[in-house]
């Protein structure tokens, strides 16, 4: 815990986030993020990822949350014309302090991790797929209607936390119920979390024919 950085450099993806434990693919391109790679890869290899507020790309700097992940770099390549492709493994969820004024193009935060302790934590929680079966049907029909192809058989021989944060990761949700995920304390909060959101779309997205 001691040796978790007090500053990150951070990447803003609207409609992204990245859990503890579990490793995501990153395309960069922009510039100022390029640079952002170089520089962490000089030092602890380590980026954190955040949502802005609302995905309006118009704001210059646009506001961020207040919780995001940070993350290791565990895999980089270049390609032919210039861009990284990088895997980013979750490490431990943080909260954001302040915004520290740097010379960089990209942004840099000061952030605490200490009310995510849990996240290093190796024990796995105690919960069941078979607690999870509504979940994943509701789930299931909500990436289908949204044209989301998800390799179900791969998902359910991963660790019951691996899954659901993937599928929280991949889910088609809007930016602020991704958060909402992501700020869920533990395994048995995101799981109530997502009962709750796919509560709201299979009324509004499955149901609405049927009502008379």
Known sequence: MNDLPKKISVFPLSNFIIFPKTTVP????????????????KSNKMIGIIQPKNSNNDQIIPELHEVGCLGKITSFRETEDGRYLIELKGLIRFKVIKEIDSKKKYRVLEVNFKDFQQDLSDEKENLKFSDLELIFKDLKSLFEKRGFIINWKALEKQSLDETINALAMASPFSLEE??????AQNLDNRKEKISQILSTYT???FDNTTIQ
């Open 203 to 205: 009324f509004d997205n």
């Open 178 to 183: 991704k958060q909402i995920l992501l700020e």
């Open 26 to 41: 990153l395309n960069i391109f922009e510039p100022r993020y390029i640079d952002m790679i170089n520089d962490s890869m």
